[in-house]
């Protein structure tokens, strides 16, 4: 469903999945495990930390209007399309795992870690140990 569809395959249909699309929808999991969601992730969507033009946002992606003319409110698709991710706020979401699933939701693939890193990174956090985060060094 749209909730845990990658930003790419919204984009371009099947054709674009892949296994960074999976660690996509992996990771919007783990912030349903991690905040004990029970509403769709679609439903708890909040403004992109990157700078948006707050027309860009009211208008979609498409420029849509309501029949009043007013800037009609962008579609969850939309929203996701220009970075919106489910808030993190009031989840007490443990730090160590906000970071991964962060890094999981990045917009293009290439943004995003492996599913072997991010699992590497989950287990270091699960089972204690040190570190738990992955580089995200020389991506782009």
């Not at 992109?48 to 579609?75: C, F, R, T, Y």
């Not at 996701?80 to 970071?99: C, E, K, Y």
């Amino acid at each position: 469903t749209l909730d845990w569809t990658a930003p790419e395959l919204l984009r371009q249909g099947g054709s674009a999945a892949s296994a960074s699309s999976d660690v996509y929808a992996l990771t919007m999991t783990l912030w349903e495990i991690a905040t004990f969601s029970v509403e769709l992730p679609s439903r708890q969507l909040a403004m992109p930390a990157a700078a948006h033009s707050a027309e860009q946002l009211e208008q979609g992606e498409n420029g849509a209007h309501s029949a009043e003319g007013e800037a009609a409110a962008p579609s969850a698709r939309e929203q996701i399309l220009a970075g919106w991710r489910p808030s993190f706020d009031g989840t007490g979401m443990p730090v160590q795992l906000l970071h991964n699933v962060e890094l999981g939701w990045g917009g293009t693939p290439a943004d995003r870690p492996s599913a072997e890193e991010l699992c590497t990174a989950v287990d270091a956090y699960v089972v204690g140990r040190e570190g738990g985060g992955f580089s995200t060094a020389g991506r782009s």
